[in-house]
């Protein structure tokens, strides 16, 4: 079946370690995207890439990176600078992600919740 | 920067009520999404729309692009149905930089 996947569900770090987080489609979309969601507030967004070896910070980007080496697949980095990393973080996929809404509708993955001890 | 708000926050309501919930937001867009987030957290978009009306099964969503503002409903509420229904928009000219979230409006449904 086509879809995101997202590994793993639940994830513990230890307070100045970096970690990756892994975002998989098989949808052959091209443009993906990172959200992180914290309680009470609205996703907000942490990289996108509209094509392959190519990606833009989001609002959020400080203390993140993120690569695009392969259409499929697009890692996040939790490095050691976010001051405040523990939180649930979404990957979605859309078709396209240049302007023109018939290929902007934006499919998720099942989410990674990372606790930092 | 597009501002979304959703109301209500909260809602609970007993089994076979119509719910609606409402979404707002500051600036044009060109297409909004109404997504729904089940407890283990994983989101499905039940509507992507610009204009008028959808409808899938027991729920509607509208939009009016003059107002700048949309409502999801859902008719014959069941317990399933039980989750975090978030709005969100793409503003014009916003390229591809993905999306501007509501809070989110947290539906309870009672049997």
């Known amino acids: 079946d086509g879809g995101i996947t997202q590994s793993p569900k639940y994830l513990f770090r230890k307070e100045g370690q970096n970690v990756t987080l892994s975002c998989e489609q098989n949808l052959n979309h091209d443009a993906m995207y990172w959200y992180r969601q914290d309680p009470g507030q609205g996703l907000r967004l942490i990289y996108y890439?509209?094509?392959?070896?190519?990606?833009q910070k989001g609002d959020i980007a400080e203390g993140y990176s993120v690569s695009r080496e392969k259409k499929e697949s697009f890692p996040l980095t939790v490095t050691s600078a976010q001051k405040n990393p523990t939180a649930f973080y979404l990957c979605?996929?859309?078709?396209?992600?240049?302007?023109?809404?018939?290929?902007?509708?934006?499919?998720f993955g099942p989410g990674t919740r990372l606790t930092v001890l | 920067k597009n501002e979304v708000e959703q109301s209500p926050q909260n809602l609970t309501a007993q089994e076979g009520e119509f719910i609606t919930i409402n979404c707002s937001y500051s600036v044009g867009i060109s297409a909004l999404h109404w997504l729904q987030q089940h407890p283990g957290g994983g989101i499905v978009s039940l509507f992507m729309l610009s204009s008028g009306k959808k409808k899938h099964g027991r729920l509607i969503a509208t939009i009016n692009i003059q107002e700048k503002h949309s409502s999801l409903h859902i008719t014959a509420s069941h317990p399933r149905d039980s989750a975090v229904y978030i709005c969100?928009?793409?503003?014009?000219?916003?390229?591809?930089?993905?999306?501007?979230f509501g809070k989110g409006t947290h539906l309870i449904i009672q049997p």
């Open positions: 890439s509209q094509i392959v070896n190519d990606f």
């Open positions: 979605a996929s859309s078709i396209s992600g240049l302007a023109g809404q018939r290929f902007n509708e934006q499919f």
């Open positions: 969100a928009v793409r503003s014009l000219g916003g390229g591809a930089d993905g999306l501007t």
